[in-house]
């Protein structure tokens, strides 16, 4: 199974709500990512989040890392219709790799 | 502009019939990496690359092959390839030769059909 697991797989919001995924992993990790990816384009950095960080703050993104439950979480606030993407959340498990997980589509509606 | 870039994006071709997908970048990066995308499965490292002359498997590097003579290139090559090497590769780099603790920059894709 993966290392990375997004929850949930999919979600539909309307603009200006609030949007909140979430990652588990199984590992300890030195960091945590998150990237977006639009519909089959390349993936694109938004945040990183250190294992000895709780929360990390990026415009309207904000990011969360519970190493005791291994867990991170993805606050899109305000969301927009161009936030309609997949998102990954990617761990670092050490010896240069990089382990992502299958994603969270999501859907923001005008 | 810093960037990524891929060729082909899309490619179509035949059981058995070897090719390259080539990867550039121009930020000087040390560390280089290629994926595979998968419906359901996420993103799988194949090999990659932490400099010059450097490279070393990945989770899935069974029918791949790499090579790494300039910094700045690091094609993929199916020297067989097989339907199930039917996917979306993605290259990306990083500036770190320990680099997963930076961003990774990722190339547009390649969207592979092996019939």
């Known amino acids: 199974s993966q290392q990375g697991e997004e929850d949930p797989q999919a979600l539909s919001i309307q603009e200006g709500e609030n949007a909140t995924m979430n990652c588990s992993y199984k590992?300890?990790?030195?960091?945590l990512q998150w990237y977006r990816q639009n519909s089959g384009r390349g993936l694109v950095h938004l945040i990183l989040?250190?294992?000895?960080?709780r929360e990390k703050h990026s415009g309207r993104l904000r990011v969360t890392l519970d190493t005791s439950k291994k867990s991170s979480s993805l606050l899109i606030t305000a969301s927009r219709a161009a936030d309609t993407a997949s998102y990954f959340c990617?761990?670092?498990?050490?010896?240069?790799?990089?382990?992502f997980g299958t994603g969270t589509r999501l859907l923001v509606s005008p | 502009e810093a960037q990524v870039t891929q060729n082909p994006r899309y490619l179509i071709t035949v059981t058995g019939k070897k090719l390259t997908v080539t990867c550039s970048q121009n930020?000087?990066?040390?560390?280089m990496s290629w994926y595979r995308q998968d419906p359901g499965l996420g993103l799988r490292q194949i090999y990659y690359?932490?400099?010059?002359?450097?490279?070393d498997k990945g989770d899935v590097p069974e029918g791949y092959k790499v090579s790494r003579k300039e910094k700045r290139n690091f094609p993929l090559i199916l020297e067989s390839p097989s339907p199930n090497q039917t996917s979306l590769y993605f290259c990306?780099?990083?500036?770190?030769?320990?680099?997963?603790?930076?961003?990774?920059?990722f190339g547009p894709g390649t969207r592979l059909t092996v019939l």
């Open positions: 990306a780099s990083s500036s770190w030769a320990s680099a997963v603790t930076d961003t990774q920059y």
């Open positions: 590992t300890s990790i030195n960091n």
């Open positions: 989040i250190r294992s000895n960080e």
């Open positions: 990617a761990t670092d498990v050490g010896f240069q790799k990089l382990v």
């Open positions: 930020m000087n990066h040390e560390y």
């Open positions: 690359s932490m400099n010059v002359e450097v490279t």
